[in-house]
């Protein structure tokens, strides 16, 4: 490895497989003659190259794969193809269904084993995490953003993005806070009726008007009322997708404990 004022600048020759790499940023990293084999990435932010995450201007073999893939998502999900319309109308549909789909997953959370709402998958959050998180996106796009809210904003339990969490205590966040899962679920739930609350009062002349994005975001992109409640519908579909995954890996892994040797 050559080092230049204590950055890595070039890995040759080693061998990297299995490594665990986190934080870490590669903008610009060149990687050539290099195995990826079986290669997993969570939560990555990735402009102009493979992934799970955001993807933009990737081509292979020539092909911008990003609208092949966005339109491949929108077929398996119908109701992820609600946020192409950003309307007012739009977002009130995109929450009807979302409520909904939300809802008969906490159906079917309530009839799993007691505790399933704590277990983590790969190191991912937990469906309780999920919803925490879920209230701080609420707190953070909509009292922040869309209503310009400055006191009273985010609710102490709250589940920060990871590369924010040292910074959210600023805000009021407890992290070590520890809810139950009936209070957490009573405080998800009241966040979803106050987007409701919020698309049923907002005029169209309030939702275009310039909004504050939250903390965590660059300061300098603009953005209306509208996107922000666009944003957090983005991420309740987002992290259903994420949940659901996990509660299906583990009822997999249930049954499999079940089965007899």
């Known amino acids: 490895m050559d080092h230049i004022e204590g950055r890595v600048d070039r890995i040759s020759g080693a061998d990297l497989s299995g490594a665990d790499i986190r934080h870490v940023d590669m903008t610009g990293a060149s990687f050539r003659e290099v195995r990826l084999n079986g290669v997993r990435m969570r939560g990555v932010e990735l402009s102009g190259a493979d992934i799970d995450g955001d993807?933009?201007?990737?081509?292979?073999?020539?092909?911008?794969?990003?609208?092949?893939?966005?339109?491949?998502?929108?077929?398996?999900?119908?109701?992820?193809?609600l946020l192409q319309d950003r309307t007012l109308a739009g977002l009130r549909a995109a929450l009807d269904a979302y409520e909904r789909m939300w809802e008969a997953t906490y159906e079917r959370v309530a009839a799993m084993p007691e505790g399933t709402v704590d277990v983590s998958v790969d190191e991912e959050w937990?469906?309780?995490q999920t919803l925490r998180h879920l209230v701080f996106c609420t707190d953070g796009w909509l009292r922040w953003g869309a209503q310009g809210r400055r006191t009273d904003v985010f609710w102490p339990a709250g589940m920060p993005h990871t590369p924010y969490a040292d910074e959210a205590p600023a805000l009021g966040i407890d992290p070590a806070a520890s809810?139950?899962?009936?209070?957490?679920?009573?405080?998800?739930?009241g966040r979803v009726r106050e987007v409701r609350d919020y698309l049923a009062s907002v005029t169209p002349e309030q939702a275009g008007s310039p909004a504050d994005p939250p903390p965590w975001m660059d300061q300098s992109e603009p953005f209306v009322a509208a996107q922000c409640v666009w944003v957090v519908l983005s991420e309740e579909w987002e992290h259903h997708q994420f949940a659901t995954?996990?509660?299906?890996?583990?009822?997999a892994g249930a049954a499999l404990t079940a089965q007899p040797t």
């Open 245 to 251: 995954r996990d509660l299906d890996l583990i009822e």
């Open 126 to 128: 937990s469906f309780a």
């Open 179 to 189: 809810p139950s899962y009936a209070e957490v679920l009573e405080v998800r739930r």
């Open 55 to 81: 993807i933009f201007g990737l081509r292979l073999n020539g092909v911008e794969v990003a609208p092949l893939v966005e339109a491949e998502l929108n077929r398996r999900h119908p109701e992820r193809a």
